[in-house]
């Protein structure tokens, strides 16, 4: 099936830097990525929607200069987060699509566990 | 906006018991549903769906109905395993064309020997 591969499992920096996550389709091209935080014990919740070529979707309350989307390629997506603060510590997820059909399925990465010091 | 609510956890069963996790939607137009399993380590995966009214999804055991005039759409399975122990996601898509998933806030169910 569809694989979604997800760089680093887990990564831990100092208040301050800026950590890059990588979200690759092994074996498919992904027109679209999208980026969820999950904080511990509650659900996933939607950051951006990153489409290949073109700039990412924000959601409402999602800091566009803290959390830089790139979807550069077909089969890549990258989220930096800048200026590492410990609040965002967190679970963050990406998930792809090879297409743009309501009913097509999305592929989830493994996730990176993120702890700021 | 869009919501799912679904029953909090953890839910604790005995092996071959009956599960049943509720789970209902707030939605305008008619969206598609799914639920998706986190296995301890592991992403998301994708454990079934329904894309309309009515629609039965299963898989590996678990069944849910898509119930439109409840909007409803609970997740079944006659005999759970200790292997099905995981964070059970109920999801949401598709309404006015927006493809990314609203998820609830998850189940954990943990299956005894």
């Known amino acids: 099936g569809a694989v979604v591969s997800q760089h680093p499992s887990w990564v831990i920096c100092k208040s301050g830097t800026s950590v890059k996550i990588e979200c690759r389709s092994l074996?498919?091209?992904?027109?679209?990525m999208f980026w969820y935080r999950q904080f511990p014990k509650q659900s996933l919740m939607l950051m951006a929607t990153s489409n290949e070529g073109s700039k990412a979707t924000y959601e409402q309350g999602v800091e566009k200069d803290k959390f830089l989307i790139n979807h550069a390629s077909l089969t890549l997506s990258t989220l930096t987060v800048t200026s590492a603060h410990p609040e965002d510590s967190s679970f963050y997820i990406c998930s792809a699509s090879s297409d743009r059909g309501k009913n097509s399925p999305l592929h989830f990465g493994n996730g990176t566990r993120l702890t700021v010091t | 906006g869009n919501s799912v609510t679904q029953m909090e956890g953890p839910v604790t069963l005995s092996e071959e018991a009956f599960l049943t996790i509720n789970c209902t939607y707030t939605?305008?137009?008619?969206?598609?549903l799914f639920w998706y399993v986190q296995y301890p380590g592991e992403g998301l995966q994708l454990l079934l769906k329904a894309t309309k009214a009515d629609d039965k999804g299963s898989n590996k055991g678990f069944e849910a109905t898509y119930r439109k005039e409840t909007t409803s759409f609970h997740l079944e399975k006659g005999s759970v395993q200790v292997s099905d122990s995981a964070v059970y996601f109920c999801?949401?898509?598709?309404?006015?064309?927006?493809?990314?998933?609203?998820f609830g806030s998850g189940t954990r169910l943990q299956v005894q020997p």
């Open positions: 939605a305008t137009g008619y969206p598609s």
């Open positions: 074996d498919f091209q992904a027109t679209t």
């Open positions: 999801a949401l898509s598709g309404v006015t064309g927006r493809r990314a998933l609203t």
